[in-house]
């Protein structure tokens, strides 16, 4: 949802201010120039509103929609935003990387296909087996093969002029590995929630037995009289 509304958004934006929405490009999208040396820290993560022609976003949100309707169904909405996030920082992290190893080479990055490269590697992960329609092609496809193509396709592209994107959408599935394999079970958010409700019980039960000794000890005395 947020990608297609900032889609719209800007795309009303350059029909009725284009100045003003080149200039909200350049702040949103990865430039790891501005990252490393004015410290747009913010772009690690924005860059993924920010999105190209209408073909490619299309594209981009049919796979994410896809992948993210059924992660959601089965591990919930709050899972499905941090793995997303988690793999869209590390795509970040990565055309960082790539920037400065080769710091001759100009990129900018947009799009989410770091965050939809998480979620692949963490279908292709958790539901290794799993058969589907590869559309629109007439046959079966399991999902390990599947994210084995995606990922030998951008190990392709590391040798192509296009090895900034690839390397993100590398940097984004590794972080999506990492977030699955060390990631409590239903997401840090919901394990936070639980450990503060565990505190807060123990915390309460302490009362209780406190208050029960006081009692104790006032009949006690109660009894002594």
């Known amino acids: 949802m947020w990608n297609v ?7 009303i934006l350059g029909a009725f201010a284009r100045g003003f929405a080149g200039d909200l490009t350049a702040v949103l999208a990865l430039t790891p120039g ?16 920010i999105h ?29 935003g941090e793995i997303f996030f988690f793999s869209v920082l ?13 710091p001759g ?7 989410c296909y770091g965050g939809i490269f998480g979620l692949l590697i963490a279908f292709g992960v958790l539901y290794a087996d799993l058969e589907f ?24 592209m590391l040798f192509s002029a296009e090895r900034g994107f690839a390397f993100s959408q590398l940097g984004g599935a590794l972080f999506g590995y990492l977030y699955i394999k060390f990631a409590p079970r239903r997401g840090f958010a919901v394990a936070s929630s639980e450990r503060l ?4 019980n123990q915390y309460y039960r302490w009362k209780r037995r406190r208050a ?14």
């Open 133 to 156: 329609m590869m559309f629109p092609l007439p046959f079966m496809i399991r999902a390990k093969y599947l994210v084995a193509v995606y990922m030998l396709i951008s190990l392709a």
């Open 34 to 49: 501005l990252v490393l040396h004015r410290g747009w820290v913010w772009q690690l993560v924005t860059y993924f509103l």
């Open 5 to 11: 509304a900032a889609y719209f958004l800007l795309l």
């Open 52 to 80: 190209g022609t209408i073909l490619g976003t299309a594209f981009e949100l049919l796979s994410l929609w896809f992948l993210a309707s059924f992660l959601e169904m089965n591990h919930g909405s709050r899972w499905l």
């Open 90 to 102: 590390g795509a970040g992290l990565a055309a960082l990387a790539i920037a400065l190893a080769f």
């Open 105 to 111: 080479s100009a990129l900018t990055l947009y799009g």
């Open 197 to 200: 409700y565990g505190v807060r």
């Open 212 to 225: 029960a000794k006081k009692f104790e000890v006032y009949m006690r005395k109660r009894r002594d009289n």
